[in-house]
């Protein structure tokens, strides 16, 4: 029911910052709560935030709290994440998830954006 493309990543040094945005197909966006995934090479996907439907509740990581803001633009289809301060521990492809509330494994996945932050 739903198509997720990620962009935004690129090659940063540590310190810059990064918008990733992603873009969702269908009109009934907003039902989804809207989540994004890292995964370095050789290691597991890693949980970094979510965020509820109307935007109202978000939740992260440690890892990232306090530098990381997700957002979303439902008018747009669209979810964010705002990465600041960021660190060569950040690197990763980035994936953009959704879900439905009443179901705890996220449905639909991106394809992913490379991030890459160099020391």
């Known amino acids: 029911q739903v198509q997720l493309v990620e962009s935004g990543g690129g090659l940063v040094q540590a310190g810059d910052s990064l918008r990733l945005s992603c873009a969702a197909s269908?009109?009934?966006?907003?039902?989804?709560?809207m989540g994004w995934f890292r995964q370095a090479p050789g290691k597991e996907r890693e949980f970094v935030a979510r965020?509820?439907?109307?935007?109202?509740?978000?939740y992260y990581s440690d890892s990232v709290k306090g530098r990381f803001t997700i957002s979303r633009d439902n008018a747009k289809n669209t979810v964010y994440l705002q990465m600041n301060s960021l660190k060569p521990e950040d690197t990763a492809v980035y994936f953009c998830?959704?879900?439905?509330?009443?179901?705890?494994?996220?449905?639909?996945w991106g394809q992913g954006t490379q991030v890459t932050v160099s020391s």
């Open positions: 269908g009109r009934t966006f907003s039902m989804y709560i």
């Open positions: 998830a959704a879900r439905i509330a009443i179901v705890s494994t996220y449905s639909y």
């Open positions: 965020i509820s439907g109307n935007g109202g509740s978000t």
